[in-house]
């Protein structure tokens, strides 16, 4: 490892390059996501803004799809309490 990646890893914050590099996007789409504040970051300073990679991974876990079988499950299991409720 170089001095940078030793760094990067050390450090707690991620610059707005680094965190586009973490979430796979470009940094484009990170700056339309800052602007619409659907995503969490920091700015101290009222300049730089820094990202939490903490922050990141909630971030991304909490836009979660459920399965089609989760899905189904929850139909029938809806479509039997409604049966009893009758």
């Not at 996007?25 to 903490?54: D, H, Q, T």
Request: a positive charge; proline letters at 3%; charged letters at 25%.
């Amino acid at each position: 490892m170089d001095k940078q990646q030793i760094s990067t890893s050390e450090r707690v914050l991620l610059t707005t390059t680094e965190a586009a590099q973490y979430l796979g996007v470009k940094p484009s789409y990170l700056y339309k996501m800052m602007m619409r504040r659907a995503i969490p970051y920091y700015k101290p300073g009222g300049k730089l803004c820094f990202f939490s990679r903490e922050d990141l991974d909630a971030w991304l876990t909490s836009i979660r799809i459920k399965s089609q079988s989760e899905i189904e499950s929850e139909t029938a299991h809806y479509i039997v309490s409604r049966e009893i409720n009758k």
